[in-house]
């Protein structure tokens, strides 16, 4: 792996955790997020078998800017769980 794609893909995932902090996501999401991200970034490396920092570019481009990615994990995290309505 590339010291310079690796520090990239640190870096993104850093943000991601300073801004899922800032908008006050639970630590259990903020670490699931990021454990999340991190495995996927690792398969689609794996998968595409080239460590160049275009490629790395690439798959983070993908996945969304930090902000996206938390966006839709604060979304994901604030709908019910379960479709059915309370008991009245």
Known sequence: MGIES????????????????QRHLPPGDR?????????????????????????VRGILGDLGTPDEVVRRAASASAAPASAEPAPA
Not at 32 to 40: P, T
Request: hydrophobic share 35%.
């Open 6 to 21: 690796d520090r990239m893909v640190f870096d993104y995932l850093s943000e991601v955790g300073d801004l899922a902090q």
């Open 31 to 55: 670490t699931a997020l990021v454990a999340g991200l991190r495995d996927e970034i690792d398969r689609r490396r794996a998968t595409r078998g080239e460590e160049s920092p275009t490629a």
